[in-house]
């Protein structure tokens, strides 16, 4: 499974936060001390709040060690709100659109956790998504439509509320499919004012 970092705080440089932690989020991508998976070689991705009214957004399907644009860009970039999210795929194509965190306006979203027999699911899951929200999703993963049910639900209004009932959804739908436990979850979603 993923491994993910959320910080909300004065504002810091990404490089301090990803780098230089002797636990680093970098760090356990590369070899992990504690988990099932000890390598999340499967992509990347970085959001941070800045000036602009949609927040900066970083994505690749590079190992986060091994990557050089991340190690610079980490260097020059401050932020009091940062998702960082390192992928360990469970299925879903190692593609940029697949690596969190995902972004919607001022929403940024990242997920550990997988909803169970995805490919069983996928289909009724998305046929519940707003049909306005429907032509945003860009990958294929159990996470993207989860966050895009969440907005379905309202997670801009009241994110509780909003993750919850998306929560319920799956949970319904996939007991409908025979499934124990559909879903295992953490989830950090922020829209850069708000956690």
């Known amino acids: 499974m993923c491994r993910w970092l959320a910080y909300s705080g004065s504002p810091v440089s990404l490089e301090d936060l990803l780098y230089k932690p002797e636990n680093s989020l970098v760090m356990q991508s590369k070899q992990a001390r504690l988990g099932v998976e000890t ?19 970083f994505l690749s399907t590079e190992p986060a060690w091994n990557d050089r644009n991340l190690r610079e860009i980490a260097a ?3 932020s009091g709100r940062v998702f960082a999210h390192v992928r360990a795929s469970t299925g879903s194509a190692v ?7 995902f972004r919607h306006g001022r929403w940024l979203w990242m997920h550990n956790g997988l909803i169970e027999d995805f490919p069983s699911v996928r289909r009724e899951l998305a046929m519940v998504v707003d049909p306005v929200l429907f032509p945003e999703i860009q990958g294929s993963t159990d996470s993207e439509i989860l966050f895009y049910l ?17 929560v319920a959804v799956v949970e319904q739908t996939g007991r409908r499919h025979g499934t124990v436990h559909p879903i295992q979850m953490t989830v950090a979603t922020t829209d850069g004012d708000s956690t």
Request: glycine share 18%; net charge negative; with cysteine.
């Open 39 to 57: 390598t999340n070689g499967d992509g990347f991705g970085v959001g941070w709040y800045g000036n602009l009214a949609t927040p900066g957004l």
């Open 76 to 78: 020059q970039v401050e």
């Open 95 to 101: 593609q940029q659109t697949n690596c969190h965190p």
């Open 150 to 166: 969440a907005l379905t639900f309202g997670l801009e209004q009241d994110p509780v509320a909003g993750v919850a009932q998306a």
